[in-house]
């Protein structure tokens, strides 16, 4: 699918990360590896740049670098999904793909109601619908019913879905079904808390020997000026008993510190790597400037998930490498108090930075990433306080003055930094931590530079010019 040329000539245009060939992207949906190629779905709406129209989208890849657009899986055409097709999953069964999602009906009222559906398809191209197998919400549950995420365990099929219960709590709900076609609910995996009014987009899945259920909280908060609504996507880790529905669980753990990532999903690799993607955005955000262009948001760069105690790590998956160009090495700098160092910047505006930090006692720093009076992105060190923060300020996106702090249990060693032409993804002690933001700077802005408050030395220093590699 080719895009319109204002998109194409936006120079806020993505050059590696997945974005719309026009109008909106949101959640990823049916990750999924099926006949030796990775497919990737995602909420569109081809239509313009607000939240409606939802279809789905369709990429697939066999190295996660090179993708080839696909028609549309599903558009909102059926009396059961005329609102949207919203959130679902792939699976596969004898040798077919299905598609299972949420069909969204709005009543005149504002009311809606929920559809869980399948599609089906023999070919992984064509998908034919096959209509709703659970009608409506399950008693005790409002309209706010959806996201399903099925796999199979032994001989039965099991979903996770985002739910909200009558007295308007979010909660996890967990299903099953022999065939895919008849589900009965088997209980609620988490118990509701009163501030959060909805538990979306779950995903229960096993990573070394441990269950992790990742979902996104919304969550109500009062302000100065009244309520106000938290999007928050993370993670719990427990141990899950499937045939009677209990999860014994720690903390909700947020997954990114960084200003927009919401809505991850994960599939399993044919090497057993549990694969992420995210949307690059968030259920309410200001506008972004490239709307202007007809397309707006698009999707994180796949990380490999692995866990570490009782702490989730997330990488950049290792097939990234292949969009380096030609390395720009840096011999090993020691910096002085007070003193800042430049780095190399490759032309286009799509680089990969990789570097180690090193003090005799924790040091506070300032790394750069964009500086001007109009845009700026920063990532600042508290050595003493041990708290990193991303600083950002777009006016151009309704973004003045921003920060994001995560609480590092030790000193900042390493950064991996992948900046797109409207994005940056910052990878922390190797993905002890993650922050993701859209940022839109300046056509040529100021090199990247790191200002040392005390002295440490930067070693391992590469940056490596990143190639365009999306289909246009």
Request: some cysteine; aromatic content about 12%.
């Given at each position: 699918m080719l895009a319109p040329l204002d998109?194409?000539?936006?120079?806020?245009?993505?050059?590696?990360?997945?974005?719309?060939?026009?109008?909106?992207?949101?959640?990823?949906?049916?990750?999924?590896?099926?006949?030796?190629?990775?497919?990737?779905?995602?909420?569109w709406n081809p239509h313009g740049c607000g939240h409606e129209n939802k279809h789905w989208a369709h990429v697939r890849s066999t190295d996660l670098i090179h993708w080839e657009w696909l028609p549309p899986a599903l558009a909102p055409d059926a009396p059961y999904d005329e609102d949207g097709c919203y959130s679902g999953c792939a699976v596969e069964l004898g040798g077919d793909l299905f598609l299972m999602y949420s069909g969204n009906v709005r009543s005149a009222d504002g009311g809606r109601e929920s559809y869980q559906c399948l599609a089906r398809s023999r070919d992984g191209v064509a998908f034919e619908k096959l209509g709703p197998v659970i009608n409506g919400a399950l008693?005790?549950?409002?309209?706010?019913?959806?996201?399903?995420?099925?796999?199979?365990?032994?001989?039965?099929?099991?979903?996770?879905?985002?739910?909200?219960r009558n007295d308007l709590t979010g909660t996890v709900l967990l299903l099953e079904s022999p065939d895919l076609c008849e589900w009965?609910?088997?209980?609620e995996l988490i118990q509701p808390a009163p501030p959060c009014y909805m538990y979306e987009c779950p995903d229960l899945f096993t990573l070394e020997?441990?269950?992790?259920?990742?979902?996104?909280?919304?969550?109500?908060?009062?302000?100065?000026?009244?309520?106000?609504?938290?999007?928050?996507?993370?993670?719990?880790?427990?141990?899950?008993?499937?045939?009677?529905?209990?999860?014994?669980?720690?903390?909700?753990?947020?997954?990114?510190?960084?200003?927009d990532f919401y809505a991850p999903q994960t599939l399993l690799g044919p090497d057993g790597r549990r694969l992420l993607i995210g949307w690059m955005g968030l259920p309410v955000q200001p506008q972004t400037p490239s709307v202007d262009s007809g397309w707006t948001h698009c999707l994180t760069l796949p990380r490999e998930l692995t866990l570490e105690g009782d702490q989730l790590m997330q990488r950049p998956a290792r097939e990234l490498a292949m969009l380096r160009s030609m390395a720009i090495r840096v011999p090993d700098v020691d910096m002085d108090a007070n003193t800042a160092f430049v780095l190399p910047q490759p032309e286009g505006g799509a680089w990969e930075l990789d570097l180690s930090i090193r003090a005799a006692r924790p040091a506070d720093w300032v790394l750069h990433l964009f500086d001007s009076e109009l845009q700026s992105l920063s990532l600042v060190f508290d050595g003493a306080g041990g708290r990193l923060t991303l600083q950002r300020h777009c006016p151009a996106a309704g973004q003045i003055h921003e920060s994001r702090t995560c609480e590092m249990s030790g000193v900042v060693t390493r950064l991996q930094v992948f900046i797109d032409r409207s994005s940056a993804e910052i990878f922390v002690n190797d993905g002890v931590a993650v922050f993701t933001t859209r940022c839109y700077p300046a056509a040529?802005?100021?090199?990247?530079?790191?200002?040392?408050?005390?002295?440490?030395?930067?070693?391992?220093?590469?940056v490596w010019p990143l190639e365009d590699r999306l289909a246009r």
């Open positions: 998109v194409i000539e936006d120079p806020w245009r993505q050059a590696y990360h997945l974005c719309p060939p026009l109008g909106l992207l949101n959640d990823p949906n049916g990750l999924i590896f099926w006949r030796g190629a990775y497919h990737v779905f995602y909420q008693p005790g549950y409002t309209g706010h019913f959806r996201d399903p995420k099925a796999w199979r365990h032994g001989d039965r099929w099991y979903a996770v879905l985002g739910a909200q009965h609910s088997v209980g020997g441990r269950t992790v259920l990742m979902c996104c909280q919304q969550v109500l908060e009062a302000s100065a000026d009244g309520a106000r609504r938290s999007d928050v996507a993370g993670y719990m880790l427990g141990w899950v008993d499937l045939e009677r529905a209990r999860f014994p669980h720690g903390g909700f753990h947020k997954l990114d510190q960084g200003f040529r802005p100021e090199a990247p530079r790191l200002l040392a408050r005390q002295a440490l030395t930067l070693h391992d220093i590469h």
